[in-house]
Every structure is written in structure tokens, then in C-alpha cells.
């Protein structure tokens, strides 16, 4: 059995990894770190895993929570990573950071969107950006991944293969996402309050969101020129899903050409679905599940083409995509413990 | 006091036209025409009427319906309003067409994107179209006003001063529209039942949704050279509310001079309210009003401009506009009788 | 105009009088009190009264907000009122209270549910308990309206005319109720954020809700005789809207009985209304309304007769009252500027 | 493996067994039945299920449903088990039946509650209600099991320890329950869309729902004397979840003797959790789960005890509970492919 710990295991992303690692035939979950309920039982702070968590939270600094462990979880606020990714690889051990602290190549694209200095040179040069699809071979072999962010998830794997192929105008694109409101994560906040969210419906965070850089530095990788993006999120009055609506332009509108492409990219992928012209994936379909679902439109008389992408924010587009990246740095079954059933209605 | 029938009085926006008009000062509703629920109490059906409106529906082609009223509202399904409309013009009445029958100048176009033939001739040049932000002066004078759909009333509002002073990228046009339930009316659809909406998120429609010809027909009348636009609506999980993210090359990055346009053309308008930039209005701030909200951003990086209009898809998207319509047609104050106020949270 | 300020004017029955007080035909807000954001602009923290109010947020102490207003509702958390109150009668001004503080005529069960003292003597005895429907007379008088608690609005009204004539078994009576999210303010709290209360239903509170007393004094008063009462609140995945399914064994089986007592008492009210037989109010029904609907069934198999009583619980349930409270103690039209059109769908 | 037909797939019960069973280890889903769809892909009806079943709906009546199967579930409208049944026992098959036909042992209480003429003699004696809990060892040699209703398994597992051991004051129970909408099913009607029910809340079928001769048999078997109750469901807005709140008069208030006697006949069943004095389970805490949830309040104030039930209706109450039944009548563990962990937030 792998021994693993959550350092931040009381947030919704740290409840999501133990709702799926309780139910992983290979994982054995021995340590939760939490900032603000150090010592208290988790079955207190969610009683839903009663009878099944007896775990107590420990202070996120306890040493036995990396030294017990094979695998350390990380899913903390942004830009309080480093220190305990340090002492997880000065001890060996593999790190998955669900944070944005090591997602960024560029220590100076970092410090201009988040304010503050991140990682530098060899430790963040460790880190491999944890989208499997992409970097597959990557991930097998690092310590220390950087789990992508959400929106991020479903933006590159929707444009990834149609870069790298050159089919679409560099400056093109624009993506219009849509999330769901665990995203937003379980501080107590009005703009988070049932009332405020429910029956709503709002833009926010635009034109500079951070997760901008994301984007274009692996767009950019992907197709091997600068790509910006124009990027809107918005919140939806539903727990979980995401939806990114993409509009790009093509350098064709054959549909099969298109297709042909995805088929070749994720044909084989276990965590991608792509639907026939016609149909647009629902966020419901991927409920609970680790999938990513792609549909696309071609529209001749605009000029355009539509790629709809949508994710479980909390599963694909965090903790089950850790745990994709876990299951591949230990040598496991890729879909080991991964759902891929949605819970519908 | 104005005499006031509504012919499909039993759908939502038939609804949300009594809830409105049994509140106007200077209105009776003297006749209820349902296809469906001919004979049956209108506190039957909607039960939250009660003690508020006595009257029982009439058969559609109940000819008192026309004879009785100096205003006719025809809150119809697409393609039914013509024969309606040819009578109570006939008897010299005002109409009112919620449907999309008379909001397309062209009858080829027309019969291009709904499959079937639609007025023609000098009836369908009697039909206004009625954007009162737009149209006021021919709303004024004319007998039949088409009121317009409720995702182009947000897109043409917000993109309408800034085509007319030339201020866009013609081919840049790009409206990712979200819409509430209620949009899809009260018929009894699988698609609209409430666990399969519920905590989902959909585009459907795509790319060719029946509102891009009279989105476009209006914004090439406002730019004066053909405007053709790439349109994606969003089912959200929410009951009322309509926004559209609107996407366009701007040929300015000066925010004061968008301001200033905006403010000339919309400053005095009672249902227009702008917002600073920086803050983007949310479906909520006009929920059961006849406010359409909008804000803006300009993104020098990528060289575009987002555009966030919000409507109540009920309300300004649909009752509330036609009875705008009816108190300019009948010379009353343009605001008499429509919510400024919405109900929060 | 009647001048009136609002001392606690941010959270939601605060926010719920500003958008009737601001259609009130014969009411002009001249103060707004906030603890928590004196020196903000009202639009500012809720931005859909943009164009509507344009007043900034006074210290909840500055005595501007007393001396400008004729009547002062206080919308505080329980336990804060009395100062303000006093301060309000020693000048003679109109107070009408929608906290707690002055509902409980004993204060020593004050003490016993509340865990701390409460009014006395003379100022507690000024206290009208500004049901209308039941102290319409008294509330006239006062000076100083305690205005009730949102379940033990829909608890009196239901059961008040059938312990009055009698008809009930006292030791009967179990009242289930479920609430909105409203109910519980605006204030950040982890359990009332939209991903822990959407999807969710609870029951909480049990057995000793502080709503219990207060329904007991008015119920044993109505009765002539001590009445307890199981009460059960739960919490709906809605924001507005509360019903309570009430128990109770009663002395006749006859329904016409039953109705006839029903429309003796409530026959005239303008904010009640019954149901016949067979058909059970929903809370949509009256959203945003100042009704209180009222349905009921026989069932004599078991013995037991079940009410249901319907509400909003931000309108009836607190603010909507108040207001009909200050047209009474003002002498205008009791129904003056209160909504009887629901928001629906 | 274990091959299982369902007759009935597409309706929400269906689809949940189709959700459990394709991750069951001992379970091969060979044939799906469909009044509605037949020869249509099911995964043209339920899109989620892209990549996961590959299965074509066939007619009810084709044969091989039964021939090709073990084990048969029935998730048909009520009425229409009973030829399904009998050709299934016929050829020595096991039946689940999760209709209503089969869970009355009276032909002639069958018939006063549902209008029409049940199954009587041999064919109804052999079923066995499949409640587990209570009559595992029956489950497990009987080869027609009637599935429980979701409101009986509710009712009847929160009191069935209570009044075996005859704690109860016969003729006091009453039961106040509320639902999720997934509970009224996939047909298309008014009542059930979104815009009709999100936003509301409201009592339905009271007082006589059929499922209160269900829960007075068995309440009435465990008790050992005639036990009548009164019985309010209610429709929440939300899809999946359902409480019973229920009110009775104990005959004693020391919590450890009720606490003991849940303990001793609940202390090792898989999925029943008792919560400790105080906690009352929440209906999002057993999403997706086959876990009933259970907690009590003792108020000697009143004299009554209120005890809250939750289970997921769709699960535990009607297809988690057929798999439940399925894996006794085939001698697997009783708890495999089973969900015990919910999906949270």
C-alpha cells in the first residue's frame, strides 16, 4: 500500500483527494494537516466520512505527516507551497501540489500575476506540470508535480492537439469559462453565501485572471509560438462543473480533419471523451468523474470554430487529476481508483 | 384606463405580462386568451393570483379577446401571431408580438433560419421593431411593434452605440450569451425538468440559434456595412436572468471615450444603468426588472474589449419590454408600471 | 412624506426594507445605520439599488438617524435593540423592532432561552407584539412595535382562530417548519455558503429554538390555557420562502367548520389568504409578497388535522410586517406600498 | 460473474441501478428494457454513460431480457410487474421488483390505495419486502423480493427498533418527510420543471399518499398491534435526498436506553449510522450513498421524542437497496459495489 498524506486536507480539494483515496485500492491515507482544525477529528469537520475516516488533523508542520508518508498531497492557498515541498523531496518523498506555486515556468511571469516571489531555480526546475495527456513521460519520472489549476485543465487539453498541429490563428483565442461555486473553496466569504450565488449569475476576475500565464505557457509550448488568450471566467449557481466555450479561428472547417486530429491526440486517452458534431458535452456528465469531455462546432459563415470543454472542477480539475498524476509517479494503473461513472441526475 | 387583452396569457412571459399589468396604474386586463387552457380560472393555473385576478381564460380566436381591448399582446409560440395580429389591425387596435413573426425585415430570411413562410408586404412594414432605446420615435407612431428576443435585446443594447460611431472591428463580433430556465417557457420537456437542469451547465444551439439573424439584422442597420456575429447561448440553473460576454476589437483602448459614447447615447435612459469599470453587473442586480445592465473591460494585452450586458430574460428580455412598448404607444410615461427594483437576494 | 431610517441597514430584512421603502408612495429613507459599513454608499454594498438610493451608510450611534426620521425600524442582531429604543421613545419618534428584544412579555423566560437579560417594566410593557392580525388595535397605539419572528408568524397565524374558538386539543401541537437561507443573514458562515447548502436539506435547531417561547406566549394567550408546542426548524436549498406543516388534533372533523372559523377571523385581511380544501400553498406562491397563505387537511383515519401555513420569510416573515406595522401606527392604508404580486416563476 | 437484466433502465431508478452495477465486481449488465426507447443506444439517452455502457434498449417484452439474465430488477410504473414477475419466476429467475406491486401482503389494501387489482395467492406470498435490515434471512432464500418504497425505508427503519422493543406510544407517530425531485421521475410534466419547482417548496399528497399502508404494515408487524400514522411528504428543490422528520411519545426519556436499543440492533449493519444526542444527519452527507442516516432528540418538555432519517431516494431508497437485496439473494457480500462514501460538497 502507498502511505499518503494531505497537507491541507480540511478545504474542499483535500476532502475531494480523501473522498477518492478512502476508495483507492492502493493507497493507504495516514496524515491530514490543517491549518485551522489542527486536533480535531475529521469526521467532525465532515461528518459524511463517518465510519470511514478515523483520522485526527494535525498541524500541517508535524513532521510525521511527510515522514509517515510515501506521497504528500499538498492543497494549500497559493504561495505557501515551497517549504513543504522543500522538506518532502529533502526527504525523498513525492510531492503532488494542487497550488499554483510551481505551475509557472518563469519565476518573473510568477512574481507579475501573483504579486509575490515563488520558487527559482532548481527546485522549480523539478517540477513537471501534472497534465498527464501532455506530459505523460514527465511525470513518471519527478518528484514534484504542479497539478494543473481548473480552468487552465480544460482550456489547454480543448486547444493542445490543434495547436501542435498548427490548425488554428495564434491570436485567435478566446475563452469564455464557467465554473461551478466549490471552486471558490470553503472560507467563509458573503460572495460565497447561498444567497448572494443562488439565482445569479456574474463574470468576474476579468481581464486579468491568474490563471492567464497558465494558459499561454503551455499554449505557447504547444504551438511553439506566443499565444495570448483572452480569458473571462464566471460563476454559475451549481456546486460542481466547469465549462470552458472556446472560440478560435481554423485553417479548415473539415470536421473530419478536426476530428481526426483529437482522435489521434486522445483516441487512447482513458480520461478524455469527444463527441460526435452536433453534440456539446453537459457538466453534469462528468459529475464526481475524472473526465474531460470535448465538443466542437464549425461555423463556415463567421469564420470561427466552437470547442466546448468541460470538467468536474474538483475532480479532473484538481484532485483527481493529482491522484492521475500519483498513480503515474508510482508505477500504478493510470484509472486506479478514479472514477468514471457521474453520479446523474 | 387602457383596456389590455393577452393572447397566450398561460406560457411565462404570458404570466410575467399579468404580474406587470395587474400593477400598472393605468391599465385593466379584460381578457385572457390560452390555447391550452381555455374555460379554466386563471387562478387555477397560476394559483399565486389569487385574490389578484378573477378572470378564466378564453379560446384564442374568442373574438372579444380583440373586440374588448385597445392593446393586444400575443404571447404565442414562433409562427402563430400573423392571422392575430391582421385582425386586431383590422379593428384598428395596438399589437404587441412577443413571438419572432415580425422581427425580421426580410421574409427570406425569415423563412431561411425558421423553416417556414413568414408576413410580407405592408403588413410585416406596418411591424416595428421594438427597442425602445433604439425605436422610440417609431414605437411612437406605429400599431404593431415586434418586441424583440430576449438574448439580441442584451446584445444589441450593448453593442449598438459603439457600431454606430464606428468604434468596432466589424468582423470581431463574438456574444457567449448565458440564459435562466425560464427562457425555455413552461412546456413539459424532459430537458427542462428540474433534475436534469439542476447542477448542469449546457451550450445548446450552436452556431446556429434563431436569435443571429435579428442580432445581425440590427447591428448592420447600426454600422451601416453587414455585421455577422458568432453566437453560443448557455443554459444556466437559475429561473430568471440572461447575460451576454460580449467579445470585440475596439478601435480605442481609451476607456473615458467608450464611457462617453455609452453616457451620450444611454445616460438618460430610464432602463440603461452603466457601471464604472472594474465592476460587471450580475443577473441578480435585475432580477424581476426592466433594468439591461451593462460593463465593460478593456484589455490592451490581447486587443480586445468584453462587453457584460445583463437583462431579466422575463422582464426587459420580454413583458416588461412590450409593456415599455405599450405605455410609448399610448403615450403614457414610458416607465409607468415596470420594476425598477429588484428582488434581492 | 413620512421620514424613516433604518438602523441596521445592510443585512437582508435591512436590505428587504429599503426595496419596499423606496416604493412606498407616502415614505421617504432618510437614514440608513450600519455597524459594519459606516461611511460606505448603500450601492456600494448592494449594487442592484444603483439609480435607486443614493445614500451613504451612517454609524449605527450617529443621533442624525433618530432626529431626522419620524418612524426608526431596528434591524440588529437580538440583544442590541433596547438602547436604540430608548433613545428613540425619549424623543418621541416611532420604533418598531425586528430583532427579539421586546417580543417575551416575562423577562425571565427572556433570560432562560436568550442567556441574557433583556427590557423591563415600563419600556417592556410599551411593547406591542405587532402581529396585526391579531393586535391591529394595539398597534395602532404604540410607539413601539415588537415585530415578530419569521416562524412564529407562520405558527400564530395558523393556529390563532381555531385555539381561540376552543377547537383544538392544546397539548396537540407540533409545528414542522422549513426555512429558506434568508432566514439566516448575511453574515459569513461556512454553513451557509451555496456548496454546503445546495443539495442539502437539514433539520437544526432541535429541541430548544428560540422561536419556542414566543410562539407559546401567543399561542397559551390565544388558547386561554398554557400551550407547548414541539417546533422542528429545517433549512430549504432556497432563498426565499418558509412553510410550517402543523399537527394538531382537532375537536371537529367538520371542514366547513373549520373554514367558517377561518373566514371569520381572516376573511377581511388583506395579507391573508385560504385555500379550499385539497389544495396546500407553496412558498413560491407568495415570493416577495406580504401574504401568509393558508391551507389545511382533515384527516379523521388518525385523528389529526394538518395546516400548512406559507410565507416569505423575508417579507411577512420581518420586513413586510414592519412596514404594515408603521402604516398602522402612521394611520395610512394598511396595505400601503406592500407587494401582493409574487415574483414567479 | 453474476448477468442481470433491467426492465425499466431508462427511468431515474434505472439509470442509478445502471450507474451501480456497471462498477458492481460480480455483475454483468446483459439486457436493458425500455417501454419508451426502445432500440435506442442508451447512451443516446443518457449521454454520461459515453465510453461505459455500450447497450441498445430493447422492448420489455423481448424475452431474452429474462432468458439471457439471473437476476431481473423491475423498475416499471406501478401496475405493471406483475407478468414481468411471473415469467421471470417461471423460468426459476431472480426478480427485484422496485415498484409498489408486490410490497402489500393485503390484496385488498393494495387495491383501496392503488384503485386497481394487485398480484394475490402463491405469486404474492412469495415475496418478500426487501427491506435487509429486517428480513435479511428471508431476502436471502426467496427469489421475488419487493423492494421497499423511499419513504417506508425511511419511516420504518427509524422506528422498527423502537417499537419491537416497545418504547412507543402506539398511536403517536407522525411522519413529516421531504424529498427530492429526482423522487417524481424522468416523465415530462409541468409540476416537475425546473422553473416550477427551483425556488420552491411545498406539501403534496397528504393525507393519503400511498406509501402510508406500506409503512403501517410494517410498522404494524414490528409493533404486534395496529399502527396508524400520519404521513406529509414534501417536495424540496434539490435532486437527490430525503428526510423524515419524525414526532412520537416515548416511554422513556433517558437517551442511552434509546441510544442502546438503535445500538443493538443497528451496532453492525453496514448501512445504517447512528449520530450521537445532539447531531442530526444532513441529506447531502448520504449522497450517492446506500447509507440511511439516522439521529434522535428527546424533549421531556413536550413529552415527544423527534427522530430525522435521511437517505439518498435514489440509492438507499430504491436502487442501492435492490443491489443490496441482489447481493444477499445471490450470496455475495451483502455490501459490494455499493457506495459508502458521498459525493461532497
New interface residues.
Given amino acids: 500500500m502507498i502511505k499518503v498524506s494531505v497537507i491541507g486536507a480540511t478545504g ?1 480539494t483535500g ?1 475531494e483527494l480523501i ?1 477518492m483515496l ?2 483507492h485500492p492502493a493507497v493507504e491515507v495516514v496524515g491530514l494537516g490543517s491549518q485551522s482544525y489542527a486536533g480535531k477529528k475529521y469526521v467532525d469537520i ?7 475516516v478515523d483520522l485526527t488533523c494535525r498541524d500541517t508542520n508535524d513532521p510525521e505527516l511527510i515522514e509517515q508518508a510515501d506521497v504528500i498531497f499538498l492543497a494549500l492557498p497559493h504561495g505557501l507551497s515551497v517549504p513543504y515541498a522543500k522538506k518532502c523531496l529533502a526527504r525523498d518523498k513525492m510531492v503532488i501540489d494542487l497550488g499554483a506555486d510551481f505551475r509557472l515556468k518563469s519565476p518573473k511571469v510568477y512574481s507579475t500575476w501573483y504579486n509575490k516571489t515563488g520558487p527559482t531555480g532548481e527546485l522549480l526546475s523539478q517540477a513537471v506540470y501534472g497534465l498527464p495527456e501532455i506530459n505523460r513521460d514527465l511525470v513518471k519520472k519527478t518528484k514534484l508535480v504542479a497539478n494543473p489549476g481548473c480552468y487552465p485543465t480544460t482550456a489547454i487539453l480543448a486547444l493542445y492537439p490543434l495547436l501542435k498541429e498548427k490548425l488554428l490563428e495564434p ?1 485567435s483565442i ?1 475563452i ?1 469559462s ?1 465554473s ?3 471552486g ?1 473553496g ?1 472560507s ?3 460572495g ?13 476576475g ?3 485572471h491568474r490563471h492567464v500565464p497558465e494558459i499561454e505557457q503551455e499554449l505557447t509550448e504547444a504551438a511553439g509560438e506566443e499565444i ?3 480569458f ?1 471566467p ?1 460563476l ?6 466547469m ?1 470552458s ?1 472556446i ?1 478560435t479561428v481554423p485553417h479548415t472547417f473539415e470536421a473530419d480533419k478536426i476530428k481526426a486530429v483529437y482522435q489521434d491526440y486522445y483516441g487512447q486517452e482513458p480520461f478524455i ?1 469527444l ?1 460526435p458534431q452536433g ?10 468523474t475524472n473526465f474531460c ?1 470535448l465538443g466542437f ?3 463556415q ?4 470554430m ?1 470547442i ?1 470543454s ?1 470538467i468536474d472542477n474538483l475532480t479532473k480539475g484538481a484532485s483527481g487529476q493529482a491522484i492521475q498524476n500519483m498513480n503515474l509517479m508510482c508505477g500504478l494503473e493510470e484509472t486506479m481508483g478514479l472514477p ?6
Avoid at 465532515?46 to 470511514?52: A, E, N, T, V
Avoid at 454559475?236 to 462543473?241: A, M
Avoid at 468514471?340 to 441526475?345: F, H, K, S, T
Fill in positions: 474542499y476532502q473522498r478512502t476508495q465532515y461528518p459524511h466520512f463517518r465510519q470511514i491570436g478566446i469564455d464557467k461551478g461555486v466549490s471558490a470553503r467563509a466569504q458573503v460565497s453565501l447561498f444567497s448572494e450565488v443562488n439565482e445569479d449569475f456574474k463574470a468576474y476579468l481581464p486579468h495570448k488568450v483572452s473571462t464566471h454559475v449557481p451549481l456546486t460542481r462543473g465549462m466555450t472560440y471523451r463527441y453534440q456539446y458535452p453537459h457538466t453534469k456528465w462528468v459529475q464526481g469531455d462546432s464549425l461555423d459563415r463567421t469564420g470561427r466552437v466546448i468541460v468514471r461513472v457521474a453520479l446523474y441526475p
